[in-house]
Each structure stands twice: as structure tokens, then as C-alpha cells.
């Protein structure tokens, strides 16, 4: 069983009718219903305007995979739940960044670099190519799948080096995009997965739901993760106290009593 | 020319006699002696308790390569600054962080993790290994270089996997730690170079500061650097106004002043 | 269940007494011997001096991962049975390289370097530092395991920077190696594991053995990668004859036939 | 200085009448003459029918950087030039590897996989995005740039993933493409990098000129890779005779030479 959470800004469904048809529950409750036929996982929903923004300790604490969409309002998240998120991604938690969410600050976090990209909004046709066919986050897929009314976002995309590239998207405006990248920060694993937006049906895609259906699987918290957990945070843990090897201890040690 | 500057909490320096002994200067002082030899190089030095830190808009914008040592105040280093050296980082300026500074505000930054590491101070021995011995890094080394008194710094490292891993170190106590990593992030070169402590003279050793010399070398902004600046920041440059292949917008557009 | 075929040179344990004491089945027995304790394994072994060296295209078509240990004999093993095992890594199959297969023609076929190392045989102490803790090949273990009589392993270790390091191993006499290392070459996953030798019995060794499991796990085939084994090889499937999107054909075509 | 060598299969344009219109000198000629307005580089050039195919001990000693085009006869490329090509890079030789070059045998040694790729040659657009404006290889180009005429190859390119993305295609016909992989093996850079054709004037492309001088410089042979080069081959300095630090000697050593 997969403990799985879907955090949604939650305003453009709100506000906008046009959205509202589109994703009368808002887009965490659509990815929800389809990722819910799935009876491995035990999916929760959070959003922004709740306290916490949905994301308290105890939550993300009994929480093994995080998907993360956002848009409008990235800065309005309190940079302490910012802090707890990473936190948890470093102990193991899988986070999964769809679309618009290249620009949280969870994202930019994880990553270190802006996360910026080129765009432009105008119903185009999106043939998503699949780079690695054996990715386990590829299952299902044949070489490429399309969309057929998308937002375009164009490279440069700033983001490090991934560790894996699954996806790159060509667009029928003349741009490509890195749509699918791996990457790995402590224990946790992290895919960003470009497709999706507030007023286009794009998580109606049948291919679209496959994709984070089977990264859900992939980034899924590893049982060992534990290990690092319990390591890494305790300060008196990391130092090593009595050395392995016999040494004598030599030089010159600063109070740091006095320091403060 | 390369325009170099080095940056130093500098506290310990000044409230500890036996480290003043050591660094009478301050360690960016010593650093700055020892680079100076170099006719290449163009430096300046920045403390913590300067304005900005030392680090204002101007400072950075004339800043090839910037180095970082941070020990005992790191959380009182500002989050603005913060975000304009990564700025700056990610506009092409090389950054080598020493030592203690991988619990610095702008090294975790960078990597997106907690940076933590395992620790002892005994003043034992540290053999540093060349794993790349052909290395812009590790020019002028040989297969290995020890340092008689170090602080001893142990995996597990929490940080991304390197593009490049440079020293791998030995202690003799037991532990083993990657002591040289690189990584790209933006345009920028990031080095963390382990060595290097306050109260002891790890930085009188002549490897260590080959090690710095070639970093500083090997992190230089490059001179194409100045086109993801001019591309990467301005809002409405990202917005590509005009397909480059024709095409007819479709689908239903956000209107975003509503949503203010 | 997992198909796991081990794979040994075996001729150190038929020539040599004392080997042949600690491994008297061979180091592929002695392996199959405490993996064959995991219900979820169907293992088979092959050594070189089979037909073949064992492994013909069924053998390699049923196996999910193969284990590789081989030391005296590597320049014996025939480049077509290289070709053929570097093929199935490709679709898919895990590789598993122990110790001096580090030299074997396959471990350099896949990584593209000489694989390169520094070593003496003292019977020293290794202790194993583990650099992920949270990483499944990691799983059960504490910081750190040892193995009392070692042959050493030292950096620079010529491979091309891993995705992912484990282990890092500090020695008794004073050098550091890179002792777990993993890799992807098209759909299939490649761990590099250092400890073991022919006359030191380090496969007796508890945690070693922890390891060999966990990375079979870890390595095992995708179900997913059915797809790029379709997909990679039939040249026919290569040349997309119908454009996806309608063009023109423009521009002079060689025929090729007459460069026959 | 930079010494380069450009070596070219030069078949097809000794024996088709277009290609000898559009390269009259052959591909290697065309390229010398664009890259020799520069005056740092010192440019010879070595074809297949060559002796040892032009690429001497001696001429690969002399040689800083190496390109690479090949298309109709990598398989008559003989594997005694492959190895010494491959040892060459390990000791720090640059290797540009262009368009179908992607099938020779040095690519393939170098990346340990098989390169595939999809294809189609319809004389179709090419648009080549750069994902990293601030690389060395990007320097002078725009945010784009086209080739009017060109083959089409498409996703999945069968390579490890590499160090750096600098550029991706997008094509008329609907695919796209990694067209500019960064790669560090042993002590050489290797740069492949996608455009050019036989029967297509792609090399006149001014663009695709810069792309090529840039990288030249980009993967030029650094003077240090004089010490692994020193330090890898000779298989005695591999054995460290005498300990670093002081350890016993234990256990049971192998005779090798009963073994021979």
C-alpha cells in the first residue's frame, strides 16, 4: 500500500467557471479519482488554503509519495512548510511536480536553480516522445503519445542535469521541452512530469494518467529509507565521539561556549 | 583576469587567540596572501559583519569566482543575500565553498540538500586521494597529499551525486569522505573542497592551496555566461509572443487580472 | 521470482588447495549457497569453461541478472559471448560485477574505460562506509561493516562518474576506494561491488552476503523492458518511413545500393 | 595551440557525383577549411583508406582533439585503431563525434550501449534549441538556430545519460532529438553532436560551424591529463609494493605463476 497525497493549489477551479467544468473537484480530486481505481494506493488531498496548507507534520509524516501542482499563488506558501516538505523528501518521501509546479518553491528548492522556462499559451498539439522505453515510469506507453490542446513550455529549462531524461515534448509551435526528469536529493526521489494545465483537460489524457499513475510506483518511499531517517537528523549522531581506529587526539580545540 | 572574492564569517579569528595566532588576518586574509602570488588573479575579501555582508549588487555583479568559509553563524547570514548569491551563481559566477561551509545557507541552497556529514575534531591525520588525477583540480598533485592535523569529516555526505568526484580522503581514525565534488548549477561551477578548519593551520599546507589556486581557475565565469543572464530573467523574454511555426490558437484562456 | 544466473571463472578454486578449502564448490556455489535461502530466487550458475562459457542466448534470454566474477582468465573469455551479454544488459537483463571482474572484458565494454586501479594483497582490514543509507543495495546494514582480511583496492578508479555512489572503503594501510558503485546502460541497471577475493574468504562475510541480495533486487529486469527490446533492434523499426507530421521530401538521396 | 585532427570514412564522396559537388574535398576537407580561419588550430586530417586509417601512434600522440565522421564502413574500421583511439581519449584526447558517426565503433566503445536511433531522410527542417545558453559549446548562437535541409533523427538515442544537454531538436516531421551530449571518460571529453549529412550542405550551415569550433575548444586536451596518462598504463605502478601505513601482511597469496 502506497500512502499517497495530491496537493493542489486549489484557486483557478474556484474562481474560473470554465475551469470549473474541466475539474468540477478540482484538479487533486480528478487526479484522485483516476489514480483511485488503483487499489494499491491510500490516496489523501491537501490544499493551499487549508491550515498548514494540509501539509502538517503528522500528515507528511504518513505520507510515501507527494504530487504537487501549483500555479498562481507559488509565494503564498509559508516557507516553514517549504522547510518540512524537503525535509520529508530528504528522509524519502517521493515528490512528483507536475506542470506549472516547476515554478514552487518546493521545486526550486529541491533543485537549487530558478526552474525557469520559455511559454506560451495557445492550444497546440504536444507529441510527448519517450527517450528510455524501459523506464519503469514509461510502462504502458508506446513511443510517443500526444495532446491534443496544450500550453507550450519551450527550453532552456533551468534545472540541474537529471539524473534521468524519460521525456522530451515537441510542439507543434516549433519548441521541445525535457517533459520527464529524474532526480534523486538524500533518499527521497523526485519527477517533475510537464503535461497539464488549469483550462485545457490535459489529465483527461489517457497516456497522461498512465505516466503518473506509474511514477507514483517509481518515486514510491523506499522500506530502507528508515535508515537514513533515524541517521542523519540527531546533531549528537554525527559526531563521532570515540574514534574507530586509536588515535590520540592532537591540536588546538576552540571553546565554543565562549562564542556565543 | 580573473575577478576573485573571498568571503569569511570571520568570528573565530577575532575572538580566539590561539586561532588569531594562526590566521592573524582572518582566513579570507591568509587566502588572499597565498592567491596573490598568482598575477592573474584580481582579488577582493567580504565578512559577515559588513554591510550586506560585504556582498552588495555591485560587489557580485563584478565577481568572476567567490569563495566561502562559514563555521559557527551561518543562520544569521540574511536569506536576501542569500538568494543574490545564488542568483549570481546561476548567472555563471563560480562558487568554491571550504570546509565548515557546507551547512552554509548558500551551499545547502545550491545542492537542495541538508549537506550533513559526520564529524570528530582530534587532530588526526587526513590522506586526500586524486580519483581524477588528470583534472584541472588537481594540477601539480600528486597521487595523494595528507594533512598532519585535520578535523575529521565522514560520510554519509548529504548532498546530490557530483558531476565530478575529485578527492576521496582518508583519516586515520577510520572514516573516509568526498573531499573535492563538482557540480554545475545554471551557469555557474560549484567545488566543495573539504580541508581547512579554524584552529588548525590547514590552509599553511602548499597542497591544499594548489587545490584552491586550481579551483578558482576551474570555476572562472565563463564569457558566454552573459547570455543566459541576458535571457533567463526578464519576465516577458519567456513569453514567446509569437509562434516560430504557424500555428491557430485554440482552447480556453485563464484571465489572469481576475484572479488578483 | 527473480532468475539470477552467477556467473565464475572458476579456476583458482580447481588449481589451488587452499582456494579450493574456502570455496569448495567454486565462489559461484558458495554464492548460489547462501542466496538460494531467499524463496524469490531461481539461480543458476555458468562458468567459463562450459560451451559457450555457459552462457548461450536461452541462458542469457531467461535471466533477469547476472552475477560476474572472474579474475586470471578475462582475456580468455570470447568477444562474441561480450557482445552477446552487453546486448541482453541492454534489454534489460541487471549486471552485477564483483570484485576483479572489474577487469573483465564485459565490465570495460559497458563503462568504456580501462577500469583502472591501484591494489596490493596484504590481508588487511577494509571497513565499508556506506555514502546513502536510505539506497535499497544498502538495506540491513549499519554505517559502516568490515571485512578482516582484505585485498586492497585503491583510487584512481578509471569509470565514467556513477549515477549513484554507495560504498566508499577505507583500508588499513591508507587508501580509499570506490567499493559500490551503480550505473544504467539502456533498460538495464549495472552494480559495481569491490569486496571478495579467491584466497581470503571474504563471501563468508555476513554483511557482503546482505549486499550480493540487495543488489539483486535492486538490479532485477524491468517488466517494462519488453518495450526497448521490441523497439531497439529491428533496423526496419529504426527507419520511420511515414513522417507523423506532413512534409515534403526535399534534397538528393544517395542510393545506397550502389555503394555496395 | 590546439592540434586537431579531422578524420572522415570519405567514401561517399568519392563516389557519388552530388556528394562530391557539395564536398569536393570531402567532408574532412570542408570542415578544415571553416575551422582553419582560426588561428590557434593546427589541423591535419586522416581518412579510412589510409594506412591504419591514417590514425597512427604517433599522428593520435600529436593529436589534442579528434572529429569524427563516419557513415557507410564502420564496421571496416579495424579494432586495433578502435582500442588505440579509446586509449587515447582515456589520456585526455577531446572526441567530437558527428552525425552517423553515432554508429561507429568508437562511439559505441566510448558509451558502452548501441547508439540506435530513428531516422528518416526527407530533407526536412531541423530546428536545434540550446538548453544551456551559458556552455562554452552554445557561445555566438541565438536561442535557436535551423538547418533548412536535413535527416531526421528522433528519440530514444540510445546513450548513457549525459553529463550535459546542450542542445535538442525539434523536426518538421514531428520528432525530436538530444543533438548536443556532453561526455567525460578517463582523462578525454567527448562531444556528439547531431547535424550533418552527406548529400545535404549541412556543414555550410554557419552555425553549425561555430557549434564545431566551440567544441573544439570545449574538449581541447588539458595540459594536466599528462599525469594519469603517466600514471595508468604501467601495470607495476598499479601495484603498490610497499603500505603507506604500517600493516602487517596476512593470510594466503595465489601463486600466479602455477597458474600460468
Not at 501539509?55 to 507559488?74: N, S
Request: some cysteine; hydrophobic content about 35%; charged content about 30%.
Amino acid at each position: 500500500m502506497i500512502n499517497l497525497t495530491i496537493w493542489n493549489e486549489y484557486y483557478h477551479e474556484k474562481k474560473d467557471e470554465v475551469v470549473k467544468q474541466i475539474y468540477p473537484n478540482g484538479i487533486h480530486g480528478y487526479i484522485k479519482d483516476f489514480l483511485q481505481e488503483d487499489q494499491h494506493l491510500n490516496i489523501s488531498t491537501a490544499t493551499q488554503d487549508e491550515k498548514e496548507h494540509g501539509l502538517t507534520v503528522e500528515m507528511l509524516r504518513g505520507t510515501d509519495v507527494l504530487i504537487w501542482w501549483g500555479h498562481m499563488a507559488h509565494n503564498k506558501v509559508e516557507d516553514e512548510i517549504v522547510d518540512r516538505v524537503q525535509m520529508r523528501v530528504l528522509e524519502g518521501m517521493g515528490l512528483i511536480v507536475l506542470h506549472s509546479g516547476h515554478h514552487s518553491k518546493i521545486f526550486k528548492r529541491m533543485m537549487g536553480t530558478n526552474a525557469n522556462i520559455r511559454w506560451a499559451e495557445r492550444g497546440e498539439k504536444e507529441r510527448v516522445w519517450i527517450c528510455n522505453p524501459g523506464h519503469p515510469i514509461a510502462r504502458g506507453l508506446g513511443e510517443y503519445f500526444e495532446i491534443d490542446m496544450t500550453e507550450m513550455y519551450g527550453e532552456p529549462f533551468q534545472v540541474p542535469e537529471p539524473d534521468e531524461t524519460v521525456f522530451i515534448s515537441w510542439f507543434q509551435g516549433g519548441e521541445v521541452f525535457r517533459s520527464g526528469l529524474c532526480y534523486k536529493r538524500g533518499n527521497g526521489k523526485i519527477f517533475y512530469f510537464r503535461p497539464g494545465h488549469e483550462s485545457y483537460p490535459v489529465y483527461h489524457n489517457k497516456d497522461v494518467q498512465k505516466v503518473i499513475l506509474n511514477s507514483v510506483y517509481w518515486a514510491n518511499r523506499h522500506e530502507n529509507a528508515q535508515l537514513w531517517e533515524d541517521n542523519f537528523r540527531p546533531d549528537d549522531k554525527m559526531h563521532r565521539k570515540t574514534p574507530i581506529e586509536p588515535i590520540e587526539t592532537k591540536g588546538y580545540k576552540v571553546d565554543h561556549e565562549y562564542l556565543k
